[in-house]
T-cell receptor, first 115, second 113 residues
Framework: AQSVTQLGSHVSVSEGALVLLRCNYS??????LFWYVQYPNQGLQLLLK??????LVKGINGFEAEFKKSETSFHLTKPSAHMSDAAEYFC?????????????FGQGTELSVKP | GAVVSQHPSRVICKSGTSVKIECRSL??????MFWYRQFPKQSLMLMAT?????????EQGVEKDKFLINHASLTLSTLTVTSAHPEDSSFYIC?????????FGPGTRLTVT
């Protein structure tokens, strides 16, 4: 079985500060990992994905994440937070990397950015 | 990128009535679509997997007779909430499987009065 744990339901940073959102996964098979962002009353937008290629993945809006198998982690980072980054972030693992693979989501982390 | 639409974006209905929500993949064909439910400040809960031309697969605890799913074509899946009650009020999100990832619709806010 696969699972995802996001440490911290709420993270607050100052504008310009480093953003670090934590995600740990559990999987008996090589995982495929995703980070999504959700703005209020909207669907999910893919930030980045790990699909067994490079372990350091760069995504949109300056975000990146590093897959660390030894730590079973896939933390999301951004060097400098913008006010527009305030949103809900979800880490997810996929059971099989093809059509039909279910996504298992973490609990989500709400990011607040202070001016 | 691939676009998924949902209609309606918001709907208010009276208790006991049924509501249909449409999920369309606009520029690609999706053999598989997923339906999620999201409560405020919570994560997405997978309700069912919808496969074109076959019966949907429901997650444990989801009433298949209450949440009817139809996936009649490669670009359209529908979710019908039958005999809706206030506890069915929620944010419903669909996604469509592309070649590499799932593409999410904008969601439908259902309020049952």
């Amino acid at each position: 079985a696969q699972s995802v744990t996001q440490l911290g339901s709420h993270v607050s940073v100052s504008e310009g500060a480093l953003v670090l959102l934590r995600c740990n996964y559990s999987s008996s098979v090589p995982p495929y990992l995703f980070w999504y962002v959700q703005y209020p009353n909207q669907g999910l937008q893919l930030l980045l994905k790990y699909t067994s290629a490079a372990t350091l993945v760069k995504g949109i809006n300056g975000f990146e994440a590093e897959f660390k198998k030894s730590e079973t982690s896939f933390h999301l980072t951004k060097p400098s937070a913008h006010m527009s980054d305030a949103a809900e972030y979800f880490c997810a693992v996929r059971t099989i990397y093809n059509q039909g693979g279910k996504l298992i989501f973490g609990q989500g982390t709400e990011l607040s950015v202070k001016p | 990128g691939a676009v998924v639409s949902q209609h309606p974006s918001r709907v208010i209905c009276k208790s006991g009535t049924s509501v249909k929500i449409e999920c369309r993949s606009l520029d690609f064909q999706a053999t598989t679509m997923f339906w999620y439910r999201q409560f405020p400040k919570q994560s997405l809960m997978l309700m069912a997997t919808s496969n074109e031309g076959s019966k949907a697969t429901y997650e444990q605890g989801v009433e298949k007779d209450k949440f009817l799913i139809n996936h009649a074509s490669l670009t359209l899946s529908t979710l019908t909430v039958t005999s809706a009650h206030p506890e069915d009020s929620s944010f419903y999100i669909c996604s469509a499987s592309g070649r590499e990832e799932q593409y999410f619709g904008p969601g439908t806010r259902l309020t049952v009065t």
